[in-house]
Every structure is written in C-alpha cells, then in structure tokens.
C-alpha cells in the first residue's frame, strides 16, 4: 500500500514544523525516516498512526483518505521503543490482543498468535508475563503483536534503541526479515545512521521539518546533496575548496601514510577492533581517517606526521 502525505501543514506553539510538506512512501518497502531529535520524524509518524492530525493538507492510504481517521480505523500496526506491553497478561494474551478487538473468534486469534510467537522465536515463553523476559525479548513479542493483525502499514518507532549493541543488530536483522516476508509498507524512525543503512530500502534524509535528501540508502551515501546529508548517513569529512564549497570525503576513503597530498600530525587513535581510526589535524581542519586494523598494520602513533591521500573524484557540495 502506497503511502502520500499531500501538502501537509503542521504548526506547534504558532511555529510550523512542516509547511506544504509533499511525501511518498512505496508500497511494500521498508522506508527510514532519519533525523536528529526535534526534526518532525516521530510527528510524521503519529501523524500516520492518527494520533497526530495536519493542521492542513491530506494523508493517503492508496486511493483512500485517511486524515481525519481514527486510529483504530486505520489498520496499523506500531512498535514504540519502550515496548507498551500489557504487564498483567502473558506474552500470548498481549499478542491476542489486537485480534481480541477486531472480533476474530478466540479459537483462531490464539492459533493465530501462537504462530506468530513462534516465527518471533518465542514459542515457549506464551504463557510468560513481559515482566519475566528479556528487553529483546518483550520487543520480539511487540513486533508480534504488531504483525499478527496482517497490517496495512508497519510503524516502528525507535524500536531497537533501549537495546545492547549485539542485541540491536541481532533484532533489526529479524525486523527486516519479517518484513521481506510479509511484504508490508513499513515506516520506521531512528537517529541511528547504522540502522538506516542496514535496514532500508529508502531513507528519507530530515532537518528542521524538511526531507534534505530522498532515495536507497547507497546512493545517498555515495552522492550527498549537501554536507548535513553527508554527515548524518555515514561520517564524512567536508574539506574546503574555496568559494564556500566542500568535498565529500568519507573517512575509509582516505589514505593515511608517509607520502600523499595532504601533510598532516596524528592528534589521536582510536582502535576498534577491525577498523583503527585517526584524527589528524591539517592546513584545512581536524580529518578523520579510518583504516582496517588487520591490513593497515603498524599503527600511526599520536605526535607522528603523517601524508593523507585523498580520493580525487570526492563529491563536491556547496553547503554543509
């Protein structure tokens, strides 16, 4: 189901956050909406989910109007970062629930859920409460429960976030793959550049209310707009050229040696298991530098000059 925002207004304390806003979201995608705190990211999602409506402008799902629409009526299904699942029922009970509501006969919304408990790998924990699992555990059980209802649209909000590293990445590799199952529209929301680029088959770029840049997660990393772009998905340096503008250069894209175009002194090192990264000062400003520690070798030391070389085809920009 394809999603259209058409010329959306949305104004908080007199002050607008989105004016005239035009957005479409592909239907059967996985879609990132990507951006600092503040942005608009969280409000276009409640917007979707009904708990938000434009001040002006109209929201579509498919050929259906869905603006004034009440959440209930909308068919969606949401994952919140803090889980918002029912502690004095089981997990089987908290997936049930969505089915409970639309009236489907228990005997089916338990089969119906079972499975999905299954598919989530937590079969044998049904008849646990939230309060006797994992936090990834409770989020598996709240990506059930916002699946089993077959919906629509699939809204993620910052669903990983309260996670540990390891079971972050763990977690969003199910998240993608339940939705490659079910093929659902799925509108996510982060401030993790990492995710946004695992995850995604388009991420929409935001600042201040505004989509900067729009498209698949490689071909904004690899053609930036601008700088802000640049730096929010996937570290870049912007180097200056003169008359205000800036090259794009990513930090594994410059090499770090005793010869190269840019002569420079070590200010720090950062080992990081596989990558060893460095900041080097220069004529032009700090440059972060990031090399594979296994076929880097020898380590540069803090204090050592050093030569970095740059990728002579780095984007240029005229803005950061």
């Known amino acids: 189901m394809q999603i259209r925002f058409e010329?959306?207004?949305q104004r908080y304390d007199g002050n607008a956050l989105f004016t005239d806003l035009d957005l479409e979201?592909?239907?059967?995608?996985?879609?990132?909406?990507?951006?600092?705190?503040?942005?608009?990211?969280?409000?276009?999602?409640r917007m979707l989910a009904g708990f938000v409506v434009p001040d002006s402008g109209r929201i579509w799902f498919g050929e259906r109007d869905v603006t004034a629409l009440p959440v209930h009526k909308r068919g969606v299904g949401m994952v919140f970062q803090d889980y918002a699942l029912f502690p004095d029922r089981s997990s089987l009970a908290n997936v049930m629930y969505g089915l409970d509501a639309r009236n489907v006969p228990a005997k089916d919304a338990r089969a119906r859920a079972l499975a999905m408990l299954e598919r989530v790998g937590l079969g044998s924990m049904a008849e646990r409460s939230p309060a006797t699992l994992s936090g990834g555990q409770r989020q598996r059980v709240a990506m059930a429960r916002a699946l089993v209802i077959e919906p629509q649209l699939l809204l993620l909000d910052e669903p990983l976030a309260a996670l540990d590293v390891k079971l972050r990445v763990e977690l969003r590799a199910m998240v993608r793959e339940l939705q490659l199952e079910s093929k659902v529209t799925t509108v996510f929301v982060t401030h993790d550049q990492e995710e946004a680029l695992a995850l995604s088959d388009v991420v929409a770029v935001m600042d201040r209310g505004r989509i900067v840049q729009m498209g698949a997660p490689a071909d904004i990393y690899a053609r930036p707009v601008n700088g802000y772009a640049a730096d929010f998905l996937g570290s870049a340096n912007l180097v200056p050229v003169g008359g205000g503008k800036f090259k794009v250069v990513r930090r594994e894209e410059i090499g770090i040696g005793k010869q190269g175009d840019l002569p420079g002194i070590v200010e720090g090192v950062e080992f990081r298991g596989s990558v060893t990264g460095y900041r080097v000062r220069t004529a032009v400003g700090i440059i972060h530098v990031d090399t594979w520690s296994v076929q880097h070798g020898r380590a540069h030391e803090r204090g050592e000059e050093v030569a970095l070389r740059l990728p002579p085809d780095a984007r240029e920009v005229e803005d950061r």
């Open 25 to 45: 979201i592909p239907s059967g995608r996985f879609f990132t909406l990507l951006g600092p705190s503040g942005c608009g990211k969280t409000t276009l999602l």
């Open 7 to 9: 010329r959306v207004t």
